[in-house]
């Protein structure tokens, strides 16, 4: 029954059902992507190898806005397939979107990819509405991470686009008014798309998963509003996904809290451009580093730099020798360098030439890693010991961007504002966060 | 190793190390394929919502045929991602397509699609050219298979599409030229996206799985050209496909026997448009119904139908009651019901209206099913038995189309015609069965 739970859910679900909360956080994660998506087209080879070489000649009508993309060989525009590729691929390519904490998902990428393509396609569309599948796709996303939590992960799936095709197929369900039935067809053409696993990491392929995910849930909802049959059991059924891709045995309990607990209110955004579980040691890295300044030792003097953490940290992200900006984002010798070494970690110290840099690759070389089960996923130690025998040590209790230390309005409006600047310049950035954000609108904006 | 090896083989392939045997059985899975989608499209919904209702409006530039799809709103011209799709749909529809048994898995649907499409789209490309880079699809997703059989298969993938993307991948890579490491970038995008789960089976996703993974596979040869990164190691690295999708051991023994041992030359053809382990009894029943003419029994007076068969029979195809004429192509009853009523199992006896005759309906319930381990799967006991006491039974030792008692040419052909003639009439699929079958150019004769 969880193919139709779901289904029915989504189905019913009003903007009327709402609550503030629940819309200011739906607000902030598509605030969030927007910025995501136009920073990283702007930043990264990725989405624009995807659009200007390999797949803009296949476009058809170009309904549809590809963010930050104005200089591109389609003018900013594309068929509503195509947006949704690359729109998503932008909002990953530099690992600085939204995360799901329980889940490590990142549930806008997909969502908000697919919806924003096709509400320009097949619009006009309201804010409500809009925001009101957004939700939809967003809770589905979460609600199968949670029901397929931690196995799912462990095995090598990357969560965020193998959960993010279904709740893409739901939230372009939802916003195309499809019915109950018809919505739990466009679950199962979604579901057989599996997309995503972690040896990719690192590589154009893990964005490539979020716009391949938005898109193929997109085309999974067109085709069931069609008629296109697939199995109103797909979740559940022996051979569907649910056991197809988990070997959970409750896997569908998280299916009765949907309307109740809102897994978007636990949506936090990303300070730093890079895998997630670095962050708490990039805290105590730049920490350390303006102390550093304050300090008889200076970096030079630096023998060796000691973190416990997590041991997630050295599964996802323990790339010693990274030889690109991409695979800095995984390296937790990279991030901890850089950190210490400029004082920040920006899409400009996840670079080619920072990854390639000697004062960098040398500080890199010096940094220890111990794990530690008792040292949860937000948490960091970090020692610095100098040459002469002194150390310097910090704690990160919750790591910037946590739950418990979540980014500021004015933070998340800082990040929004350096990564549009990079596509349209400050002064039209400015004016684009000068409008009202409680709506998609902004993007329209932002886009002209 | 698995990947750069694959990658290297399949490069490295030239037209004249194709031996004759290998060439023929390409050249028959090729002209099988080509009447395949040509007769699907024809006959089933899938293909046409797919093109006309849902994705026509998104085509671009219209460089790639449509097999059988003259008359379709985009005139049987589309996109070479969206010909790719709609092809490799249409080629399985009617569950009628190649088969290597070993595997089961349908291996011209996923490559032939893709191929086609971006040969058409790139062209010109000689025959030779095109013949070697389908050889090489092929071979990838059988060593694939072989890999990953039977626990792949046994958890509920469809092991037509996940192979196939990769087949077509490097089908794809093999046809622009790529090199090695560019095919093995390929590799990974393409083995990223698993589609296809058997929840789907009996419904119009079965047959999306065999177009998306043709589609998804000419998509990744294409970023991977274009500079697109994935993993050197996709296949086996720790948290790449081999191990995402199996928990096969000795996962990569088989690619050392590339080139060696010719998977192609065990493909097989399919007599009936329906699940292959139903075909062993389908063979009874029809050699059955030819003794009942001769009987003093009619088939009103049958008491029961008794099978004894291969537990995957029910596994597959155990649909007690089905409800269309995708349902029917698994269903053991109906399979059997209708070779026994009308002495054939074409297209025509797996309709809606043929699923739902009330002789056929009441004809399937009183087939009875026994499995046993020690009947192989290209075999089955028959036996009828009658109000009067009396029983006829039939041994099938091979069923028609398998490696022991393969389809002649003669059948094949007439396979062929029966399909084609459906899209364009018996005068215009003389003429396309009169050219030389050993070469592409067929398919697009029959186009013209």
Tied chains: 1, 2.
């Excluded at 963010?67 to 003018?75: C, E, M, P, Y």
């Excluded at 896997?251 to 949907?258: E, G, P, R, S, V």
């Excluded at 996923?377 to 209790?397: C, F, S």
């Amino acid at each position: 029954m969880a193919t139709l739970q779901l289904a029915s859910w989504a189905t019913n679900l009003q903007y009327a059902n709402l609550t503030t909360d629940v819309l200011l956080a739906a607000n902030k994660s598509f605030y969030n992507w927007a910025g995501c998506a136009i920073g990283g087209f702007a930043s990264q080879p990725a989405p624009q190898i995807a659009l200007n070489t390999t797949l803009g000649p296949f476009s058809g009508p170009a309904t549809s806005s590809i963010l930050g993309a104005n200089g591109s060989i389609t003018h900013g525009f594309a068929d509503a397939q195509l947006a949704a590729l690359v729109n998503g691929i932008a909002s990953h390519v530099d690992d600085y979107d939204d995360t799901h904490l329980e889940t490590i998902i990142h549930p806008a990428g997909p969502v908000a990819s697919a919806l924003l393509a096709i509400a320009e396609a097949y619009g006009p569309v309201t804010g409500q509405d809009f925001m009101t599948a957004f939700i939809a796709g967003v809770e589905t996303e979460c609600k199968l991470g949670l029901s397929v939590w931690p196995q799912h992960y462990d095995v090598g799936w990357h969560i965020t686009s193998t959960t993010g095709a279904i709740g893409a197929a739901v939230a372009v369900s939802k916003l195309l008014s499809l019915d109950t039935n018809h919505t739990a067809q466009a679950i199962g053409i979604a579901s057989t798309q599996v997309i995503g696993m972690q040896a990719f990491f690192g590589s154009d392929t893990k964005s490539f998963h979020i716009g391949r995910a938005a898109q193929s849930g997109m085309l999974a909802a067109l085709l069931a509003k069609n008629g296109y049959t697939s199995a109103s059991d797909a979740l559940e059924a022996k051979y569907g996904w649910l056991h197809v891709v988990s070997t959970r045995d409750n896997a569908t309990a998280y299916f009765d809290q949907l309307g109740k607990e809102w897994e978007i209110k636990k949506n936090t955004f990303k300070p730093y451009p890079c895998g997630i579980v670095m962050h708490p040691a990039i805290d105590g890295a730049i920490q350390l580093s303006n102390q550093t300044h304050d300090n008889n030792n200076s970096i030079e003097n630096v023998k060796s730099i000691e973190l416990r953490v997590n041991p997630e940290v050295l599964v996802l992200t323990g790339k010693t020798s990274p030889q690109t900006g991409l695979e800095g984002k995984f390296s937790i010798y990279h991030a901890t360098a850089i950190g210490l070494l400029y004082g920040e970690a920006t899409p400009s110290q996840f670079t080619d030439d920072v990854v390639k840099n000697a004062t960098v690759v040398d500080l890199r070389k010096k940094v220890n890693v111990t794990t530690d089960e008792g040292v949860p996923t937000d948490a960091a130690y970090v020692t610095l010991r100098y040459e002469d025998g002194t150390e310097l040590e910090k704690h990160v209790e919750h790591a910037k961007g946590s739950m418990e230390n979540p980014l500021t309005d004015a933070e998340l409006k800082k990040k929004f504002m350096e990564q549009v600047t990079l596509a349209i310049g400050s002064e039209r950035a400015a004016r684009a966060t000068s409008v009202d954000h409680h709506s998609p609108q902004i993007v329209k904006k932002i886009c002209l």
